[in-house]
């Protein structure tokens, strides 16, 4: 049986996850065909449309209306990779459709959009994905699997720091824009969820943040409006008790940062930048010295590990400490891993690997974050997922309905 794929949101993003499918059907694991795609712009949608005729051999059918899509064809699945403020209105029709749904991050524009559309899927019986690729580097898989192993003692204290971007607008105009999630949140919960992947859950957070710049310059000098925030710095506690050491500097001049680092009771496991291919740096305590443990001797302390069938043909070997690919193979490569795990899922009637509940975790934590400095304190998650009166929450809510 041919699954049957459809995706709405022909921009930068749905082309990125059409060299996905590339790069699937090069390894013989694109278990789905790619048969309609939509985009309001028409340019977009056939723009898309024909990279995926030729990468993928078969040209998607193009539509400008989502409800048109669904009325003329029956379709599986659905990638959405419009911008946030969308994903609950293109995700719910797609349920009514009898579609199951991988959103990409961030989940959805506000907590409470995002909890009324988990739950939407729970009803309906759907699956709801989001798609999360940091978490998917080998370098990642590797990384936790040592942390899983007790090669750095027990976790106590992580840090998640980054500097960069300066002025410039990163990527698109609209992720600085409050009304579209803010860049904060855009580039936020791929931190949050790559804690919470290593570390288990988190259930507090304090954060203070600001507007560095007002204005963003593009690669042409022009000029565009930001008015969400653009740094984020904060603590966070895990369930466990671990804390979280946040920085998140979206207007970062001078010195680039990127540090992730976990400490334990028997040593540290240094984790470098995603989508690098860098390897891990661990150094254990030993008789109270401080130990590096050389690269080539990761694998021996964790003899049970393997990447899963698809991750290791597209990185080419199940046990790996570092990689040497271009960052757009390597951005190609997770796209791809996230499709095939969301298609398999609805094929064998299990949960995929970030569900919606967890892409919703993960935007809870950031908002978390915002929301702390205006209540003054400490705030949880659960109050963040349970709450729909939170400020920095209500500022969004109130500029749409201005």
Same mark, same amino acid.
Request: proline share 4%; with cysteine.
């Given at each position: ?46 723009? $898309? ?17 989502? #409800? ?59 699956? $709801? ?37 300066? #002025? ?79 920085? $998140? ?5 001078? #010195? ?147």
């Amino acid at each position: 049986m041919t699954f049957a794929m459809g995706l709405v949101g022909c921009g930068g993003m749905g082309r990125r996850h059409v060299l996905g499918m590339k790069k699937l059907q090069a390894v013989g694991h694109l278990n789905f065909d790619l048969v309609a795609v939509c985009d309001i712009f028409p340019a977009n949608g056939e723009k $898309l449309a024909d990279q995926a005729g030729e990468l993928l051999g078969k040209r998607p059918q193009v539509f400008t209306d989502f #409800e048109a899509m669904q009325r003329s064809m029956k379709l599986d699945g659905l990638i959405v990779t419009t911008t946030p403020e969308t994903h609950t209105d293109v995700a719910l029709k797609a349920f009514a459709a009898g579609m199951d749904v991988l959103a990409e991050k961030p989940i959805t524009l506000t907590v409470a959009e995002g909890v009324n559309l988990v739950q939407a899927a729970e009803q309906a019986g759907r699956v $709801l994905a989001v798609a999360e690729n940091y978490r998917r580097d080998p370098i990642n898989r590797l990384g936790k699997a040592l942390v899983d192993s007790g090669a750095i003692g027990r976790p106590y204290l992580a840090t998640q720091a980054s500097s960069s971007s300066g #002025e410039f607008v990163v990527i698109t105009p609209w992720r600085h824009r409050k009304d579209r999630g803010g860049i904060v949140i855009d580039m936020g919960v791929h931190y949050t969820d790559i804690l919470e992947f290593y570390l288990g859950p988190i259930e507090s957070v304090f954060g203070m943040s600001a507007i560095v710049d007002a204005e963003r310059k593009d690669a042409q000098g022009g000029l565009h409006p930001a008015d969400a925030e653009d740094l984020s710095v904060g603590v966070m506690r895990f369930s466990s008790g671990a804390l979280v050491n946040w920085l $998140l500097n979206m207007a970062g001049r001078g #010195e680039g940062l990127f540090s992730r680092v976990i400490y334990g009771t028997g040593g540290s496991l240094n984790i470098p930048g995603d989508r690098l291919g860098k390897p891990l740096g661990l150094v254990q305590r030993q008789a109270g010295k401080d130990v590096p443990i050389p690269v080539e001797e990761l694998l021996k302390l964790v003899p049970d590990f393997a990447l899963d069938a698809t991750t290791a043909a597209l990185f080419g070997s199940e046990r790996l400490t570092r990689y040497d690919l271009a960052w757009a193979d390597i951005d190609a490569n997770l796209l791809g891993i996230e499709q095939a795990d969301f298609v398999q899922a609805v094929i064998d009637h299990r949960q995929p690997e970030v569900t919606g509940a967890m892409g919703l975790r993960s935007l809870a934590l950031v908002f978390g974050l915002l929301e702390a400095e205006r209540l003054g304190r400490t705030v949880t998650l659960d109050e963040v997922l349970q709450r729909r009166d939170l400020p920095y929450e209500l500022d969004i809510v109130k500029g749409l309905q201005a």
